[in-house]
């Protein structure tokens, strides 16, 4: 089975991405055939300086690898450096309705928060349209977020299909149900752009100290505490069997311990799911050249499959 999936490069990797995203992505990579890429042309969205977006984008690649993508199995490339995926974004917008792209959550969310209104903004679902159809995926790990842009992919390739012929294999997402939308410290769904985020990557004192902005109500120490709609048990949870989640809400309703513990014991949980990433980290961060390496060979790869593909689609639809 291929599945693909992508991340933006907007800076530092959190929680959200890391559990809604990566961690599924890398389990995947095991048992599947395995696409990743960092969307940088998705980034150019919300970009407004060359040297952070290059910058981001090697952040990406490193914090990616160290999490665990293994360049042997798996595809991993920087969009951007497989750039047939543009000319296939102009195709398939001839066969995405306006009506499609204006009922698009994302859209609406992102210029509600302030990003400004622009024609890459409204068709950002289009490229990643292309992004999945140009290799044939047929499985999409995100996060709850993105299930409408896999919906939408399937559309545009159904129309496609009817018209000229079944070229396009129609994705399915995947959505694991307990990771689809990771809360922030505020209790919004995660996101860097809602300044809400915990990044995976930080040092332990900032960690605990991001750890310990998590809002909570102010029940005094001793009394009961309310494990249920509390976003530091939330948090916690998703790095806990069921037997450890039991032991936790235990703790909450003996009373002994107060927010301020929980924030702790949370603060240990991330350090310690991320101990083997950072060294990883820091070995990359010192053989950068073996990042572009890698980088190198995966568009190679995803790139011979692109220009095979474009082949295909350029004689269908009569493009000298
Ligand atoms: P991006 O970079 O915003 O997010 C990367 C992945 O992380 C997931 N995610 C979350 N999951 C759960 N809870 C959260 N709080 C949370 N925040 C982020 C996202 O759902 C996503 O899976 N458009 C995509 C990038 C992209 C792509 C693609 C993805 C471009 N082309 C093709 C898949 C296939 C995006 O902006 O993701």
């Known amino acids: ?3 693909l999936t992508g991340i933006q490069a907007s800076g530092k990797l959190h929680i959200g991405n890391y559990f809604g995203a990566m961690k599924p992505m890398i389990e995947l990579q095991e048992e599947h055939e395995l696409f990743t890429f960092i969307a940088n042309y998705h980034s150019l969205t919300s970009s407004k300086d060359a040297e952070m977006l290059r910058q981001y984008t090697l952040d990406a690649a490193v914090d990616y690898l160290a999490i665990g993508i293994d360049p042997k199995k798996t595809t991993f490339w920087v969009q951007s450096q497989v750039p047939q995926v543009l000319e296939l974004y102009w195709i398939l917008s001839k066969f995405t309705p306006m009506g499609l792209l204006e009922r698009a959550h994302s859209y609406k969310d992102k210029v509600a928060k302030g990003i400004p209104a622009s024609h890459a ?8 349209a292309a992004d999945i159809l140009l290799f044939d995926t047929q499985k999409v790990p995100v996060g709850k977020d993105q299930i409408q842009h896999v919906e939408m992919t399937r559309d545009i390739a159904i129309k496609f299909n009817n018209e000229y012929g079944e070229l396009f294999v129609l994705p399915e997402h995947m959505v694991q149900d307990e990771v689809a939308t990771i809360p922030g410290i505020d209790g919004q769904k995660m996101s860097k752009s809602y300044g809400n985020a915990i990044e995976i990557f930080m040092d332990e004192k900032p960690l605990q100290k991001r750890c310990n902005k998590i809002v909570s109500s102010s029940t005094p ?3 009961p505490l309310e494990w249920e709609g509390c976003h530091i ?6 790095f806990l069997d069921e037997e450890a989640k039991k032991e936790l809400q235990a703790r ?14 949370l603060k240990e949980l991330i350090w310690e799911e991320l101990a083997e990433a950072r060294e990883r980290r820091e070995y990359y961060l010192n053989h950068m050249d073996e990042v572009h390496d890698i980088l190198a060979m995966g568009a190679k790869k995803a790139g011979d499959i692109a220009t095979e593909k474009m ?3 350029r004689e269908a639809i009569g493009l000298l």
């Open 233 to 238: 048990y939330n948090l916690a949870a998703l």
């Open 252 to 265: 909450y309703k003996s009373g002994k311990e107060g927010y301020g513990h929980f924030k702790k014991y």
């Open 121 to 128: 903004l409204f068709s950002y679902p289009v490229l990643m």
């Open 221 to 223: 120490l001793g009394e």
């Open 1 to 3: 089975m291929r599945v």
């Open 311 to 313: 082949e295909k689609v």
